[in-house]
Nanobody, 116 residues
């Protein structure tokens, strides 16, 4: 079992930046990856970005490419999401997810609000 705690959300103006962090406790190993998802009001949860724990390979949804950067710190068991050039449509609850051997663990989510 892996426990995840997100931090760093809040309010930003359009064009601004926020940085989210996710601290993982428990078993993380070379076969796992971690990612960020988001859920806007009235919409389904969607994939934002993920990173493989061992090789650091990154993936992004098209709408955030060039604006968001996912990174990890293996020593601290944390993954971060640097969000730049924020848009009002980035407003959502952001969730951290850890995946290993087909098992997903989720954080409780953190709210990001972008004002126009």
């Amino acid at each position: 079992q892996v426990q995840l705690v997100e931090s760093g959300g809040g309010l930003a103006q359009a064009g601004g930046s926020l940085r989210l962090s996710c601290a993982a406790s428990g078993r993380t190993d070379s076969t796992s990856d971690m990612g960020w998802f988001r859920q806007a009001p009235g919409k389904e949860r969607e994939f934002v970005a993920r990173i493989t724990w061992s090789g650091g390979v990154t993936y992004y949804t098209d709408s955030v490419k060039g604006r968001f950067t996912i990174s990890k710190d293996n020593a601290k068991n944390t993954v971060s999401l640097q969000m730049n050039s924020l848009k009002p449509e980035d407003t959502a609850v952001y969730y951290c997810r850890h995946t290993s051997r087909g098992v997903n663990n989720w954080g409780k989510g953190i709210l990001v609000t972008v004002s126009s």
